[in-house]
T-cell receptor, first 113, second 111 residues
Framework: GAGVSQSPRYKVAKRGQDVALRCDPISGHVSLFWYQQALGQGPEFLTYFQNEAQLDKSGLPSDRFFAERPEGSVSTLKIQRTQQEDSAVYLC???????????FGPGTRLTVL | SQELEQSPQSLIVQEGKNLTINCTSS?????LYWYKQKYGEGLIFLMMLQKGGEEKSHEKITAKLDEKKQQSSLHITASQPSHAGIYLC???????????FGSGTQLTVLP
């Protein structure tokens, strides 16, 4: 079946621009996570949705980062006024139940110039 | 907060050799996940371990969670170039049961 998909796969932005990253989770998966992966590091948790409710956003690094999942399926991670330190791979993962494995998408590589 | 330390950070082996990657946690592990990542791609799920002493195998890869549940190892037997990539361990925790990851082990297998 279809896995988690993300778009775009690559995004180059000039410092100060706003960007929007999309995640399509596995159909029927209740939980959705966003992670940020810096070069040479493991992914770090950003935020979590259960259906349309954002239950944990403790990992968002600043108020420039905003995520939504209005209908409980597709999610968008928005970064306003991008900075060079925002350059990273942004990974989305989904999960059917709390005890299940998280399945990851291919990621969006964001480069801020 | 929980921290995971992986060792070694990088590993270069000749095809056919066995190898082991370790993951040590600062706290008791309640769910330990192993993923593989190729450059520019997402994480591919390998195995999940939950019980102390648990051992799981898939093809030539075996993962173990020690009895005290603070360390896991990933062992590859007779390595092949297709095993090359970054191996990441992740621990289950937090209010959302989000994953905390180690920094990864870069594996290169020389033909």
């Amino acid at each position: 079946g279809a896995g988690v998909s993300q778009s775009p796969r690559y995004k180059v932005a000039k410092r100060g621009q706003d960007v929007a990253l999309r995640c399509d989770p596995i159909s029927g998966h209740v939980s959705l996570f966003w992670y940020q992966q810096a070069l040479g590091q493991g992914p770090e948790f950003l935020t979590y949705f259960q259906n349309e409710a954002q239950l944990d956003k403790s990992g968002l690094p600043s108020d420039r980062f905003f995520a939504e999942r209005p209908e409980g399926s597709v999610s968008t991670l928005k970064i306003q006024r991008t900075q060079q330190e925002d350059s990273a791979v942004y990974l989305c993962a989904s999960r059917l139940r709390p005890t299940d494995t998280q399945y990851f998408g291919p990621g969006t590589r964001l480069t801020v110039l | 907060s929980q921290e995971l330390e992986q060792s070694p950070q990088s590993l270069i082996v000749q095809e056919g050799k066995n190898l082991t990657i370790n993951c040590t946690s600062s706290k008791t592990l309640y769910g330990l996940y192993w993923y593989k990542q190729k450059y520019g791609e997402g994480l591919i799920f390998l195995m999940m371990l939950q019980k102390g002493g648990e051992e799981k195998s898939h093809e030539k890869i075996t993962a173990k969670l020690d009895e005290k549940k603070q360390q896991s190892s990933l062992h590859i037997t007779a390595s092949q170039p297709s095993h090359a990539g970054i191996y990441l361990c992740g621990a289950d925790g937090g209010s959302a049961r989000q994953l905390t990851f180690g920094s990864g082990t870069q594996l290169t297998v020389l033909p």
